[in-house]
């Protein structure tokens, strides 16, 4: 964080070495968690899963980076898959979790500056000198 703060406007070598950083180090941030999460598939813990998943993708969007999210995908894809398995009757839980999941993420891919305006407009103005300005 601090290469991607010390160029917000992301025009120098910074924001290069960045971009490298949080490609390294989003898995390794990732990974542990989810799998300790993934280790108990009841309900509250799915849940859990996918309420932490909105986190990550909420502070993906306010510093403008989506190497968390991608990351943290494949574990999304699981709860999805164990929620419907676990709530419905259906036997297409994978392919109706391939179809929620991508949905969801080809809306936000098109709708992304919209969603980032709206979760840096949800912060306060001291937290929001730290992340890259808002374009159009």
């Known amino acids: 964080m601090y ?19 949080h490609l390294l180090a989003a898995p390794l941030l990732v990974h542990p968690v989810f799998n300790i999460m993934l280790a108990d598939t009841s309900l509250l813990n799915i849940i859990l899963i996918l309420t932490l ?30 929620l419907l398995d676990k709530t419905t009757v259906v036997d297409l839980s994978f392919a109706l979790t391939a179809l929620i999941t991508g949905s969801a993420l080809l809306l936000l891919s098109a709708f992304w500056h919209q969603s ?21």
């Open 3 to 21: 290469w991607d703060i010390s160029d917000l406007r992301r025009q120098t070598r910074h924001s290069d070495i960045a971009f490298w950083l």
């Open 53 to 82: 998943y909105v986190l990550i993708a909420s502070f993906s969007l306010a510093i403008d980076r989506r190497a968390l999210m991608v990351s943290a995908l494949i574990y999304v894809l699981i709860a999805v898959s164990t």
């Open 116 to 136: 980032r305006r709206f979760v840096i407009g949800l912060l306060p103005q001291a937290v929001c000198r730290y992340f890259p300005p808002i374009t159009e």
